[in-house]
């Protein structure tokens, strides 16, 4: 059972970047799946939650830029990320848990859920 995340890179600002969570071992549609943002230094920032019931939350800072989505032919989760801005790096995580958890910051790799990813790592340029 695992996540595994890609399509992080490095970007200038205003641009675009898909990032990917590959799961395996479960399915999407039984779980909270959020994605996260790792700044350095700091602990993990919710950014995204795609919830069970088919809602979604979105972080203030990135409505309207970002947006999640789920292929579960492919048993993958997006997370579409347009007009970067310089804000906006971090190595980012996806998470899977059973519950909602309504914290806006957790620590990275926190046991409050269930699996982590790798992370994939995005930088803007000014």
């Known amino acids: 059972v695992q996540l595994v995340e890609s399509g992080g890179g490095s970007v200038q600002a205003e641009g675009s970047l898909r990032l990917s969570c590959v799961a395996s071992?479960?399915?999407?549609?039984?779980?909270?799946m959020g994605w996260f943002r790792q700044a350095p230094g700091n602990d993990c920032e919710l950014v995204s939650m795609?919830?069970?019931?088919?809602?979604?939350y979105y972080a203030d800072s990135v409505k309207g830029r970002f947006t999640v989505s789920q292929d579960h032919a492919k048993n993958t989760a997006y997370l579409q990320m347009n007009s970067l801005q310089v804000e906006d790096p971090g190595k980012y995580f996806c998470?899977?848990?059973?519950?909602?958890?309504?914290?806006?910051?957790?620590?990275?790799?926190?046991?409050?859920?269930?699996?982590w990813g790798q992370g994939t790592q995005v930088t803007v340029s000014s």
């Open positions: 998470a899977r848990e059973r519950v909602w958890v309504s914290k806006g910051t957790v620590a990275c790799g926190s046991d409050e859920y269930r699996q």
């Open positions: 071992g479960f399915t999407y549609n039984n779980y909270y």
């Open positions: 795609f919830r069970v019931d088919g809602s979604i």
